[in-house]
């Protein structure tokens, strides 16, 4: 009897340890998480403007600390007091250069001029100043593979894919970037790209250009998946990362699975997740518990950002389609997927933070 009372006991307390090691490494793991969501504060170490089109800039600790490494495609969500009456408001910009242990993050930033976020950045962020910052997140990011990496970018589009092609340089597949802009300014990063492809035999770049240009490095027609295809060997075995405007993207697609691409090889974002995709005055009906809420847009990026200028709540931590906190129920009206979500939405469910309104809506939040 004895020997079974201290049996039991000393199973007793071996569970009570045990427990007491899960809950702590339960909280290790929420604390982590935490601190993981909560921005940080960057400072420009660098600033640059490039053809009145594009702000390069560089983020640094403040200490000097190395960065934590993020995914090449992945973007940033900044803050900043950007929207009415000094309100903060948050964008994502896409990490524009990749490397393992970052000393710094580099963003490169459309000027767009509807874009209250982008103006504010232009006119107020300088060199020395601080700005909140997420970590890095988004899942646009390339898939582990080994066929020919085909980088497809239309305009602004070029920034993660910039990244991308630096981190998949010495992976030794061929790869190819097509990037189409309207003019020869626009063809960001050219003789960088240029360079590249006359040192690394396995890269080539494309670029197009649909207006009429003096540069002849850019040619002048309209980017379309024929081009594409053509121009690569063993298409079908590629994959393809899309980032342009929702209408080059839905073109390219299309035309892609038309050429026999199957629909898993292609993998797309719309730059329109940062800034400026959103239409102007049209109307979102808000049902919380029994309450309605009309609000109207103001060419904000996400229908996230209109509900959240109009002081509509939502818990939103990844922003980025990953989280699944945000979804809605969309009771009429259409969206459109600015980036494949990895949150599985129902039926008639979207993911506010990465869907923008292609015409008036009528939603239901939780
Ligand atoms: S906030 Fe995470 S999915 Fe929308």
């Known amino acids: 009897m004895a020997l079974i009372l201290a049996a039991l006991s000393l199973l007793a307390l071996f569970s009570i340890a045990w427990l007491t090691i899960d809950g702590l490494r339960a909280i290790g793991r929420r604390r982590c998480a935490e601190a993981a969501s909560k921005p940080r504060r960057l400072l420009v170490a660098k600033r640059r403007e490039v053809a009145g089109e594009l702000l390069c800039l560089e983020l640094v600790d403040p200490q ?10 992945q973007h940033l969500l900044l803050t900043a007091p950007a929207g009415k009456h000094g309100k903060a408001i948050q964008r994502a910009y896409s990490l524009a250069a990749w ?9 490169g930033i459309k000027r767009e001029a509807q874009g209250t976020m982008t103006q504010w950045l232009w006119q107020n962020l300088q060199v020395g100043d601080g700005i909140d910052v997420s970590r890095a997140q988004g899942d646009f990011t390339i898939k582990p593979g080994r066929g020919p990496l085909v980088l497809i970018a239309g305009g602004i589009g070029i920034t993660p894919l910039r990244a991308m092609l630096q981190a998949a340089l010495d992976s030794g597949r061929p790869i190819s970037l097509f990037h189409a802009a309207r003019s020869a300014e626009q063809l960001l990063y050219c003789d960088e790209f240029i360079a590249l492809a006359g040192r690394y035999a396995h890269f080539s770049y494309q670029p197009y250009l649909s207006r009429r240009a ?30 342009a405007s929702n209408s080059m993207m839905a073109d390219l697609r299309h035309g892609l699975r038309a050429r026999g691409i ?22 979102l009906a808000v ?20 509900l959240e200028a109009n002081d509509v709540t939502v818990s939103a931590e990844c922003r980025a ?10 009771n009429s009206g259409e969206v459109d997927w ?29």
């Open 64 to 73: 000097g600390k190395p960065l934590p490494g993020f995914r090449a495609g």
């Open 99 to 107: 490397a393992a242990r970052p000393a710094h993050y580099e963003l």
């Open 214 to 243: 003096d540069d002849l490095s850019g040619k002048r027609s309209r980017l379309n998946a024929g081009h594409i295809v053509d121009a690569i060997t063993r298409p079908t075995t590629a994959d393809f990362y899309l980032c």
């Open 262 to 283: 199957a629909e898993a090889r292609i993998h797309h974002e719309a730059f329109g997740v940062g800034e400026g995709a959103g239409q102007n005055g049209l109307t």
């Open 287 to 306: 049902d919380r518990a029994g309450t309605t809420k009309t609000l109207v847009t103001a060419g904000e990026p996400t229908v996230l950002a209109a």
């Open 321 to 330: 389609g990953s989280c699944g906190q945000c979804v809605a129920e969309l």
């Open 338 to 366: 600015l980036v494949q979500p990895e949150f599985a939405v129902g039926p008639r469910q979207f993911l506010p933070c990465v869907c923008t309104a292609r015409g008036d809506l009528s939603l239901s939040l939780k």
